[in-house]
Protein backbone atom coordinates (compact mmCIF):
# COMPACT_ATOMS: atom_id res chain seq x y z
CA UNK A 1 0.00 0.00 0.00
CA UNK A 2 1.57 3.61 -1.38
CA UNK A 3 0.25 6.37 0.15
CA UNK A 4 1.37 10.00 -1.61
CA UNK A 5 2.08 13.04 1.21
CA UNK A 6 2.34 16.12 -0.09
CA UNK A 7 3.65 19.17 1.89
CA UNK A 8 3.90 22.90 1.25
CA UNK A 9 7.65 23.27 3.25
CA UNK A 10 8.76 19.66 4.68
CA UNK A 11 8.44 16.22 3.47
CA UNK A 12 7.60 13.92 6.38
CA UNK A 13 9.01 10.70 4.44
CA UNK A 14 12.47 9.40 4.86
CA UNK A 15 14.12 7.11 2.24
CA UNK A 16 16.77 5.79 4.54
CA UNK A 17 18.11 2.56 3.62
CA UNK A 18 17.83 1.37 7.28
CA UNK A 19 13.91 1.73 7.29
CA UNK A 20 12.27 -1.27 6.05
CA UNK A 21 8.76 -0.82 4.71
CA UNK A 22 5.76 -2.44 6.36
CA UNK A 23 4.05 -4.68 4.15
CA UNK A 24 0.30 -4.42 4.52
CA UNK A 25 -2.49 -6.71 3.00
CA UNK A 26 -4.06 -5.50 0.14
CA UNK A 27 -5.66 -2.84 -0.56
CA UNK A 28 -8.78 -4.14 -1.99
CA UNK A 29 -12.19 -4.91 0.49
CA UNK A 30 -14.66 -6.36 0.12
CA UNK A 31 -18.02 -4.26 0.46
CA UNK A 32 -19.59 -4.26 3.96
CA UNK A 33 -23.13 -4.30 4.73
CA UNK A 34 -24.25 -3.42 8.13
CA UNK A 35 -25.58 -6.88 9.91
CA UNK A 36 -29.14 -7.18 10.25
CA UNK A 37 -28.67 -7.27 14.04
CA UNK A 38 -28.65 -3.45 15.04
CA UNK A 39 -32.51 -3.74 15.76
CA UNK A 40 -31.79 -7.11 17.78
CA UNK A 41 -29.56 -5.83 19.98
CA UNK A 42 -30.07 -1.84 20.22
CA UNK A 43 -32.32 -2.53 23.56
CA UNK A 44 -29.62 -3.80 25.33
CA UNK A 45 -28.06 -2.17 27.80
CA UNK A 46 -24.41 -2.38 28.44
CA UNK A 47 -22.23 -1.25 31.23
CA UNK A 48 -19.53 1.63 30.79
CA UNK A 49 -16.66 0.43 28.60
CA UNK A 50 -13.67 -0.30 31.21
CA UNK A 51 -10.42 -1.39 30.79
CA UNK A 52 -9.74 -3.60 34.36
CA UNK A 53 -8.13 -6.30 33.23
CA UNK A 54 -4.25 -6.51 34.12
CA UNK A 55 -1.89 -5.08 31.45
CA UNK A 56 0.35 -7.80 32.22
CA UNK A 57 -2.38 -10.72 31.44
CA UNK A 58 -3.69 -8.41 28.27
CA UNK A 59 0.32 -8.97 27.43
CA UNK A 60 0.55 -12.55 28.09
CA UNK A 61 -2.78 -13.32 25.96
CA UNK A 62 -1.03 -11.28 22.77
CA UNK A 63 2.22 -13.39 22.96
CA UNK A 64 -0.14 -16.70 23.25
CA UNK A 65 -1.70 -15.67 20.42
CA UNK A 66 1.26 -14.61 18.60
CA UNK A 67 2.36 -17.84 18.58
CA UNK A 68 -0.80 -19.77 17.66
CA UNK A 69 -1.36 -21.19 14.89
CA UNK A 70 -4.27 -20.20 12.79
CA UNK A 71 -4.54 -23.90 11.28
CA UNK A 72 -5.70 -24.99 14.63
CA UNK A 73 -8.82 -23.85 14.56
CA UNK A 74 -9.33 -25.78 10.57
CA UNK A 75 -13.10 -26.47 10.33
CA UNK A 76 -12.82 -28.33 7.92
CA UNK A 77 -11.71 -31.40 9.82
CA UNK A 78 -14.16 -30.67 13.13
CA UNK A 79 -16.94 -27.82 13.26
CA UNK A 80 -16.74 -24.67 14.53
CA UNK A 81 -17.81 -25.34 17.63
CA UNK A 82 -15.43 -28.17 18.14
CA UNK A 83 -12.58 -26.41 17.43
CA UNK A 84 -13.14 -23.70 19.59
CA UNK A 85 -13.82 -25.93 22.77
CA UNK A 86 -10.49 -27.37 21.78
CA UNK A 87 -9.12 -24.09 21.49
CA UNK A 88 -10.38 -23.17 25.14
CA UNK A 89 -9.17 -26.52 26.85
CA UNK A 90 -5.87 -25.97 25.72
CA UNK A 91 -5.17 -22.27 27.42
CA UNK A 92 -3.60 -21.88 30.24
CA UNK A 93 -5.40 -21.62 33.49
CA UNK A 94 -4.67 -17.86 33.57
CA UNK A 95 -7.14 -17.15 30.63
CA UNK A 96 -9.50 -19.39 31.57
CA UNK A 97 -9.78 -17.70 35.01
CA UNK A 98 -9.50 -14.38 33.78
CA UNK A 99 -12.80 -11.85 33.94
CA UNK A 100 -13.38 -12.37 30.72
CA UNK A 101 -13.18 -15.97 30.06
CA UNK A 102 -17.15 -15.83 29.87
CA UNK A 103 -16.89 -14.49 26.50
CA UNK A 104 -16.36 -17.54 25.39
CA UNK A 105 -19.53 -19.11 26.38
CA UNK A 106 -20.64 -16.23 24.69
CA UNK A 107 -18.82 -16.81 21.47
CA UNK A 108 -19.55 -20.20 21.37
CA UNK A 109 -23.70 -19.64 22.00
CA UNK A 110 -23.18 -17.38 18.85
CA UNK A 111 -21.41 -20.13 16.74
CA UNK A 112 -24.32 -22.64 18.17
CA UNK A 113 -27.13 -20.39 17.09
CA UNK A 114 -25.59 -19.78 13.78
CA UNK A 115 -24.96 -23.16 12.78
CA UNK A 116 -28.99 -24.60 13.63
CA UNK A 117 -29.35 -21.24 11.12
CA UNK A 118 -27.81 -22.90 8.86
CA UNK A 119 -28.79 -26.15 8.91
CA UNK A 120 -32.54 -25.46 9.52
CA UNK A 121 -32.66 -22.12 7.15
CA UNK A 122 -33.91 -21.59 3.83
CA UNK A 123 -31.02 -18.60 3.31
CA UNK A 124 -27.95 -19.09 1.96
CA UNK A 125 -25.25 -18.95 4.18
CA UNK A 126 -21.26 -19.58 4.43
CA UNK A 127 -19.87 -21.40 6.79
CA UNK A 128 -18.06 -19.64 9.82
CA UNK A 129 -14.15 -18.65 9.07
CA UNK A 130 -11.72 -20.16 10.92
CA UNK A 131 -9.38 -17.37 9.75
CA UNK A 132 -11.19 -14.91 11.27
CA UNK A 133 -11.83 -16.69 14.42
CA UNK A 134 -8.51 -17.17 14.56
CA UNK A 135 -8.18 -13.06 14.33
CA UNK A 136 -11.14 -12.17 16.66
CA UNK A 137 -9.71 -14.25 19.32
CA UNK A 138 -6.70 -11.10 19.41
CA UNK A 139 -9.35 -8.91 20.59
CA UNK A 140 -11.77 -10.88 22.64
CA UNK A 141 -10.58 -9.53 26.21
CA UNK A 142 -11.46 -6.03 24.66
CA UNK A 143 -14.60 -7.09 23.53
CA UNK A 144 -16.01 -9.06 26.83
CA UNK A 145 -14.75 -5.13 28.39
CA UNK A 146 -17.31 -4.00 25.90
CA UNK A 147 -20.12 -5.97 26.37
CA UNK A 148 -20.02 -6.48 22.82
CA UNK A 149 -22.28 -8.95 21.12
CA UNK A 150 -20.70 -11.23 18.88
CA UNK A 151 -22.35 -12.30 15.63
CA UNK A 152 -21.13 -14.26 12.34
CA UNK A 153 -21.73 -12.50 8.91
CA UNK A 154 -24.13 -15.00 6.75
CA UNK A 155 -22.67 -13.54 3.48
CA UNK A 156 -18.67 -13.78 4.00
CA UNK A 157 -18.71 -15.86 7.58
CA UNK A 158 -16.45 -13.54 8.86
CA UNK A 159 -16.81 -12.83 12.99
CA UNK A 160 -18.06 -9.65 14.22
CA UNK A 161 -19.40 -7.57 17.44
CA UNK A 162 -21.72 -5.24 17.99
CA UNK A 163 -21.62 -2.93 20.75
CA UNK A 164 -24.66 -0.89 21.82
CA UNK A 165 -24.26 2.42 24.43
CA UNK A 166 -27.81 3.86 24.55
CA UNK A 167 -28.54 4.71 20.46
CA UNK A 168 -24.86 4.43 19.88
CA UNK A 169 -24.15 1.30 17.81
CA UNK A 170 -20.54 0.23 16.46
CA UNK A 171 -20.50 -2.86 13.95
CA UNK A 172 -16.63 -4.51 14.18
CA UNK A 173 -16.21 -7.13 11.46
CA UNK A 174 -12.60 -9.30 11.58
CA UNK A 175 -11.64 -10.18 8.08
CA UNK A 176 -10.08 -13.52 7.02
CA UNK A 177 -6.45 -11.79 6.26
CA UNK A 178 -6.88 -10.02 9.33
CA UNK A 179 -8.29 -6.64 8.43
CA UNK A 180 -11.27 -4.70 10.78
CA UNK A 181 -13.98 -3.18 9.49
CA UNK A 182 -15.96 -1.17 11.10
CA UNK A 183 -19.02 1.37 10.86
CA UNK A 184 -20.72 3.43 13.81
CA UNK A 185 -24.16 5.48 13.61
CA UNK A 186 -25.71 7.55 16.38
CA UNK A 187 -28.69 9.63 17.02
CA UNK A 188 -28.87 13.05 15.07
CA UNK A 189 -30.76 16.39 15.82
CA UNK A 190 -33.38 15.60 12.67
CA UNK A 191 -34.07 11.79 12.99
CA UNK A 192 -31.74 10.86 11.47
CA UNK A 193 -28.35 8.54 12.26
CA UNK A 194 -25.30 10.21 11.15
CA UNK A 195 -23.23 7.05 10.25
CA UNK A 196 -19.07 6.14 9.91
CA UNK A 197 -17.47 3.30 8.09
CA UNK A 198 -13.69 2.83 8.02
CA UNK A 199 -11.33 0.06 8.01
CA UNK A 200 -8.24 -0.26 10.45
CA UNK A 201 -5.02 -3.27 9.73
CA UNK A 202 -3.19 -4.71 12.90
CA UNK A 203 -0.63 -7.00 11.67
CA UNK A 204 0.83 -8.32 15.17
CA UNK A 205 -1.17 -9.97 18.08
CA UNK A 206 1.01 -7.37 20.21
CA UNK A 207 -0.85 -4.50 18.80
CA UNK A 208 -4.24 -5.60 19.79
CA UNK A 209 -4.74 -2.96 22.36
CA UNK A 210 -5.01 -0.71 19.40
CA UNK A 211 -8.33 -1.91 19.22
CA UNK A 212 -9.22 0.13 22.42
CA UNK A 213 -9.39 3.27 20.05
CA UNK A 214 -11.95 1.93 17.32
CA UNK A 215 -14.50 0.58 20.86
CA UNK A 216 -14.43 3.69 22.79
CA UNK A 217 -16.27 5.66 19.54
CA UNK A 218 -19.10 4.05 20.78
CA UNK A 219 -19.49 5.27 24.98
CA UNK A 220 -17.99 9.00 23.55
Known sequence: MKTDIKTTAHSFIMDSPNIKKKVFSAPAKSQFFFTNLTQKYKSNSFEPFKFNESEILLDDWSVYMDQFSAPS??????????????????????????????????????????????????????????????????????????????????????????????????DIQVRKDSDLIFSYATPGTQKNFPSFTGEATIIDSSDAKQIRKILRIAFD
Open 73 to 170: LSFVKYSATHALNEFIKALPKKFKTSHWSWYFSDLLKTIDGYMRELHEGDRPMSLPSGESLNYFLRYLPHFADSKGKSYIDRSTGCFGVLVCKNFNIL
